[in-house]
């Protein structure tokens, strides 16, 4: 079976420092994964995915994900943070039929 | 292009009453599903369908809950007899084909029963 642990459920940043949002994976086969992002009172918006191939995943808005395999990881980075990236951020596994999310991740941002 | 639309955006019932949640999926997408967000929780999956089928209900609660996506109209996610717990965002992602494909997801209903 597969799941996600999002470790942290508030990061708080800095305008302009690096953003780093965890995310740990269990699955028995090899993994689908994903993020996604959700503004307040919007849906989810895909940032980026992992498939297979290339394991630096770059996305939209500036953010990128490495998947690594023996950690078990698919953290999300930006090198930058903006006042907009202030939102939720979820990590997600595909299951048998359907995606399996994390918990989320609050992100803030200062000026 | 219109995205996945979901209505209504806000629903209140009171304990006892139905609810019925409705999502119309990107155009030409014939694969749903309905999640539930609980608050400080991320999004549980509930059921997927295709077309005049369900192919997977495994996260829908066995009793009050139901879903259908007929051959014409909008997906329906119905809750009989509404209870305080039943309280949270559904929301609805469609997909053009199973789950190897990119799911886009609408804005949700959020419910609140009193």
């Known amino acids: 079976a597969q799941s996600v642990t999002q470790l942290g459920s508030h990061v708080s940043v800095s305008e302009g420092a690096l953003v780093l949002l965890r995310c740990n994976y269990s699955?028995?086969?090899?993994?689908?994964l994903f993020w996604y992002v959700q503004y307040p009172n919007q849906g989810l918006q895909l940032l980026l995915k992992?498939?297979?191939?290339?394991?630096l995943v770059k996305g939209i808005n500036g953010f990128e994900a490495e998947f690594k395999k023996s950690e078990t990881s698919f953290h999300l980075t930006k090198p930058s943070a903006h006042m907009s990236d202030a939102a939720e951020y979820f990590c997600a596994v595909r299951g048998r039929t359907a995606l399996i999310f994390g918990k989320g991740t609050t992100l803030s941002v200062s000026s | 292009n219109a995205g996945v639309m979901q209505n209504p955006r806000h629903l209140v019932r009171r304990r006892g009453q139905e609810a019925r949640l409705r999502c119309s999926p990107v155009?030409?997408?014939?694969?749903v599903y309905w999640y539930r967000q609980l608050p400080e929780e991320g999004l549980k999956f509930m059921v997927y369908?295709?077309?005049?089928?369900?192919?997977?209900e495994s996260g829908m609660p066995k009793e009050r809950f139901s879903a259908e996506f007929p051959k014409e109209g909008p997906s329906i996610l119905r809750i009989q007899q509404v209870v305080r717990g039943d309280s949270a965002a559904y929301f609805c992602?469609?997909?053009?084909?199973?789950?190897?494909?990119?799911?886009?997801f609408g804005p949700g209903t959020r419910l609140t029963v009193l």
């Open positions: 369908l295709q077309k005049e089928n369900i192919i997977d």
């Open positions: 155009k030409g997408h014939s694969h």
């Open positions: 992992y498939t297979t191939g290339a394991t």
């Open positions: 992602a469609s997909s053009p084909g199973d789950s190897r494909n990119e799911q886009f």
């Open positions: 699955s028995s086969v090899p993994p689908y």
